[in-house]
């Protein structure tokens, strides 16, 4: 079974950007430490994973069709536009996009959804008779999680695969509630709010009680406790918007077929990718 490995580009660079312990400069003073973190974990996430086809993606700068929605879904994200180079990690993209070139890795950048949409994409259109490992800490992908799907969560030595009996022991759900799990109890990265006295443990039961999200807005007069029942109904609608925002399709049109992505790794190290694109000399 051919394994696709789709790393979301952004997360990982911001990672590695801020996960750096200090700012690395090259012989002529260019700061690298995120193009070195960078490609440091892709050719570990490579090694780990094995893959035959691979796809690195990046969101791009357009208005995010999801705000149309909640004028508040990522409101809270810093806005890096005249941050200085030393502390903006899209600074170091263009050395990124360098060494996957180099590493001959198809690359691409969202310009009208978000990286989200893609790598759900292909999650729905070849996770049938494919093997599909999703790089990210973007707990959304939770979402896409089956037998064939998988999401990997890179931490060096303590990196985790998140698989359905990962989902199930962390949450008491399956993937398939994930969606109306967040829903419900809301996700502060994206500034989503959910249901005030809703949190994971009272989302777990209603939806092992209900079984989704809508079942429980249908049936909130059979919520036991008061509160909560409360707390349902009048946060009906912004449930249901949440539900909206976060719920992953394939409506998004890919920007390679399969076949494009075909990959055979050339064994090589971060040092040998940083001096192939010029970046340090020895």
């Not at 490579?46 to 995010?64: L, M, Q, W, Y």
């Not at 896409?144 to 931490?155: A, E, F, P, Q």
């Not at 919520?223 to 539900?243: G, M």
Request: glycine share 8%; net charge negative; hydrophobic share 35%.
């Amino acid at each position: 079974m051919n394994r696709l490995l789709i790393v979301d580009g952004s997360n990982l660079l911001f990672q590695m950007f801020f996960g750096m312990p200090a700012r690395i400069v090259n012989e002529q003073g260019k700061a690298i430490q995120g193009t070195l973190g960078f490609v440091g974990a892709l050719l570990k996430i490579i090694r780990k994973t094995e893959p035959t086809h691979i796809a690195v993606f990046f969101d791009g700068e357009h208005e995010n069709i999801r705000s149309v929605l909640d004028a508040d879904y990522k409101a809270n994200r810093f806005d890096y536009s005249e941050t200085p180079e030393e502390n903006n990690p899209f600074s170091q993209l263009p050395d990124v996009y360098a060494a996957l070139d180099y590493l001959g890795i198809k690359r691409a950048e969202t310009c009208s959804c978000e990286t989200d949409d893609w790598i759900a994409g292909y999650a729905f259109t070849y996770g049938q008779e494919n093997e599909i490992v999703i790089s990210s800490f973007d707990s959304d992908f939770f979402q896409l999680i089956t037998d064939n799907v998988s999401v990997l969560r890179y931490r060096g030595d303590n990196t985790v695969i998140c698989t359905p009996e990962y989902i199930n022991k962390k949450f008491g759900i399956t993937p398939l509630q994930y969606a109306d799990f967040k829903a419900l109890t809301g996700d502060t990265s994206d500034n989503i709010k959910g249901a005030d006295k809703v949190g994971p443990k009272t989302a777990t039961s209603l939806l092992g009680e209900f079984g989704s999200l809508e079942n429980i807005l249908a049936n909130a007069n059979s919520i036991k406790k008061p509160s909560i029942k409360e707390s349902i109904i009048r946060n009906s609608e912004k449930l249901r918007t949440n539900f909206k925002i976060i719920k992953l399709d394939n409506s998004a049109p890919l920007p390679f077929a399969m076949n494009e992505l075909a990959y055979t790794f050339p064994g090589t190290n971060t040092k040998g990718v940083l001096k192939g694109i010029c970046l340090i000399k020895h």
